[in-house]
Nanobody, 122 residues
Framework: VQLQASGGGLVQAGGSLRLSCAAS????????MAWYRQAPGKQRELVAS???????NYEDPVKGRFTISRDNTRNTVYLQMNNLEPEDTAVYSC?????????????????WGQGTLVTVSS
């Protein structure tokens, strides 16, 4: 299973970007999906998460500005980022809890996508 993130770039403060993260490979089902970010010199932090049933959770710094969504038919999670601030500058990564076949049984693992850089200029 692979996760491919895209959509990062350079934007001015107050602007918007939409990140996408698509899963591919031999999988049965994707459960929780999430976006994390890591700013220069800081630890990685959770941004937002979404369950398969579309229940969402947002960390305080992005509430009201970011929206996480998913398309289960495309195995893709999105992050719509509005009213971006310089403090949002970071490498954004996605992860997903994925159910796969393991021989005669099933297994559930968390997969990570590569990061996509978001730079917000003031």
């Amino acid at each position: 299973v692979q996760l491919q993130a895209s959509g990062g770039g350079l934007v001015q403060a107050g602007g918007s970007l939409r990140l996408s993260c698509a899963a591919s490979g031999s999988l049965i089902r994707i459960d929780d999906m999430a976006w994390y970010r890591q700013a220069p010199g800081k630890q990685r932090e959770l941004v937002a998460s979404i369950t398969r049933g579309d229940s969402t959770n947002y960390e305080d710094p992005v509430k009201g500005r970011f929206t996480i969504s998913r398309d289960n038919t495309r195995n893709t999670v999105y992050l719509q980022m509005n009213n971006l601030e310089p403090e949002d500058t970071a490498v954004y990564s996605c992860n997903a809890a994925v159910l796969t076949f393991a021989g005669v049984s099933l297994r559930r693992d968390v997969y990570w996508g590569q990061g996509t850089l978001v730079t917000v200029s003031s």
